[in-house]
């Protein structure tokens, strides 16, 4: 009974699959299953082609200070968004902003991730004393509120962005191992891996070929999920003067001297804010349509 | 039952103990400490007796493991120690903020509660529609708009609709006064930086609302009670809501714990002394004693209420009691 199914279904795919479709065709397709979802790879996508071609659109050096042009409003001298306090152009300063997000954002993202994955497969593969074991020191580590922790990592690294990154990962670990493991444990026990043992095939390959795929869409759920969180939280830790420090322009750190100054020049205070809304809001919305691609007790919901 | 709730609260003893050995090992990893971070303020000549003098008036010069199980006893026999900097004794530091802290967090979760429900039944109930997608949308972007600018935002817009209708620009007051002394003052203080919180958090809820609800929707009985011919109405909010809200009370409480101690970045803007503030001081001073006992109650918090969530759900649901 079983078997039919399986074959029915396979049959099912192949035969959608098989008359090749236009990409046009595909992404019309797409934009009408997941409207949001393309939505928000469409503001990812410009994120990154702002990010890669930051010195071609860029129409000022960001780090330039203009000291004839301090605070000036948007409009004003083809300062398109105005000037901050130190006369530093406010959309070259965001334009390059977008990289710090990126790279932030990605890098904590991926790294944070994949080693959950990795945890998370291992603890549930191997079991015992050592699954205990690490699943009491994750329980520690999900103890602490996201912030509270990468505020204590902060306080002992010192400001800058590389020692952001690690903050911001290592709240992600536990995190995705939790969730990667609960699914690990249910696919330990389906019998292909207790064939794949009897073949007397290497742990590592087991856990390569035969657990870590099974288990990618949980992964790669928690991956979309992070992207988000990461660029927010960086924003975060600049904002309160733990995270990247000046000259280097990021969002968050653009808001640090902003209530200073927002009275008389709102400007100062406003754009950054919406760049991190946004991209956030692009992570999020494609982040969404990923988990309602991949997680099939949502599917055609 | 009695001997799940004796299993769960005999697990949380290692998660704090872990958790303490954790925050102290993070700040003694921290180079430097207050003693130093005071002459540097002071900007006296460093003299090493007098740094010397300060470690051992504050008890930093003795061996590292002989401090841990100080703090540890200090939960103990409830002695949390002074703190480092204002020398006033800890508990006291936190609770002269405690309140308004608390006070924040019940209001945010208010805000999110009477904004998430709702939101979420009519999304889930119209799926797919417009006001689905406008539903959704508001939800994500309460994730995406990190809720310091939110309340930057606040603040300018108070600003300019002040300045133009009363003539006047008006900015919230900035002491803080106790809702049973002053309630027209505390909330004149308080409701913004509960509004751009509680936004954010509803948007966590509100999400969890609709898809609880689309879950519980498809169910057998509410396709029963739809058949007998019951209105809509009553359908909806009887047999499904009841049902659906398990996850997003959890959700709110899960975010209540997260708001004691997570405003860090929403007091800075607001100027608030609450714990988050004190926190911030705390990591920039190296005040270790208080940092570490302020890191330690938000945990207790968290994991408390997480133990309250779980023996809640075990309650009510008592498949989890016995697997």
């Given at each position: ?10 049959e ?81 300063r ?21 080693a ?75 019998p ?110 | ?8 609260v ?42 010397e ?32 900097w ?8 936190i ?19 009477i ?11 119209r ?16 994730i ?12 300018l ?46 948007a ?31 359908v ?88």
């Amino acid at each position: 009974m079983m078997v039919t199914v399986s074959e029915v279904q396979t049959e099912a795919d192949f035969e959608e699959v098989a008359p090749k479709k236009a990409w046009t065709q595909v992404a019309m397709d797409l934009s009408r299953k997941q409207p949001l979802g393309v939505f928000g790879l469409a503001i990812v996508l410009a994120m990154v082609v702002a990010a890669a071609l930051a010195n071609v659109v860029s129409p000022f050096n960001p780090l330039q200070e203009h000291f004839d042009a301090m605070l000036v409003p948007p409009g004003t001298d083809s300062y398109l968004l105005g000037t901050d306090e130190f006369g530093r152009d406010i959309l070259s300063r965001l334009i390059y902003g977008s990289r710090t997000a990126l790279l932030v954002g990605f890098v904590c993202a991926i790294v944070g991730s994949t080693a959950g994955l990795v945890l998370g497969v291992a603890s549930a593969y191997f079991g015992g004393l050592f699954d205990l074991i690490l699943q009491r020191v994750l329980d520690v580590f999900m103890a602490f509120p996201l912030i509270i922790l990468a505020l204590a990592v902060v306080a002992t690294l010192g400001p800058g962005i590389e020692n952001v990154m690690i903050a911001i990962i290592l709240p992600f670990v536990p995190q995705c191992a939790r969730v990667v493991r609960s699914n690990a444990l249910a696919i330990r026990e389906i019998p292909y891996v207790d064939a794949a043992r009897a073949l007397g095939f290497s742990n590592a390959r087991i856990i390569l070929r035969h657990m870590v795929p099974n288990v990618m869409a949980p992964y790669l759920i928690m991956l979309t999920t992070f992207l988000g969180q990461a660029i927010l939280l960086e924003a975060s830790l600049s904002f309160l003067g733990l995270g990247v420090q000046d000259p280097i322009p990021a969002w968050g750190l653009m808001l640090t001297n902003a209530s200073e100054f927002f009275e008389g020049s709102p400007w100062v205070a406003i754009y950054p804010g919406v760049a991190i809304s946004l991209s956030v809001f692009g992570f999020n919305l494609f982040g969404d349509a990923v988990r309602d691609t991949l997680d099939p007790k949502l599917r055609s919901r | 039952m009695g001997k799940y709730i004796f299993k769960r609260v005999l697990l949380m003893i290692p998660t704090l103990i872990g958790a303490a050995i954790l925050v102290f090992l993070l700040l003694r990893m921290a180079p430097g400490d207050i003693c130093a971070v005071r002459y540097l303020g002071s900007g006296l000549a460093i003299d090493e007796s007098q740094i010397e003098l300060c470690r051992e008036q504050l008890g930093l010069n003795k061996p590292q493991i002989v401090q841990f199980f100080d703090f540890i006893w200090g939960y103990v026999v409830f002695d949390l120690g002074d703190s480092m900097w204002t020398g006033q004794p800890v508990t006291h530091e936190i609770a002269i903020r405690f309140e308004l802290s608390l006070q924040i967090a019940i209001m945010a979760t208010l805000v999110a509660t009477i904004i998430a429900i709702p939101l979420g039944i009519i999304s889930a109930v119209r799926q797919n529609t417009i006001t689905d997608y406008v539903v959704r949308g508001f939800a994500i972007a309460g994730i995406a708009i990190p809720s310091f600018w939110l309340g930057l935002m606040i603040i300018l817009g108070l600003l300019i609709v002040t300045q133009s209708w009363l003539g006047e620009p008006w900015m919230p007051p900035i002491e803080f006064k106790s809702i049973w002394e002053d309630p027209i003052h505390n909330m004149a203080q308080l409701i913004w930086p509960a509004v751009a919180t509680g936004y954010r958090y509803s948007a966590v809820a509100t999400r969890m609302t609709r898809s609880a609800m689309l879950e519980v929707l498809r169910e057998d009985y509410v396709r029963t009670a739809r058949a007998k011919g019951m209105v809509e109405k009553i359908v909806i909010n009887r047999h499904a809501l009841k049902n659906a809200l398990l996850p997003v009370v959890t959700i709110l409480a899960l975010e209540f714990a997260f708001l004691m101690g997570g405003l860090v970045v929403t007091e800075q803007v607001f100027n608030l002394n609450g714990l988050g503030n004190l926190m911030v001081d705390g990591v920039e001073r190296q005040d270790f004693a208080m940092t570490q006992n302020l890191v330690m109650l938000v945990v207790i918090i968290y994991v408390f209420i997480n133990l309250l969530t779980d023996l809640a759900y075990a309650w009510l649901d008592p498949r989890i009691r016995y697997s």
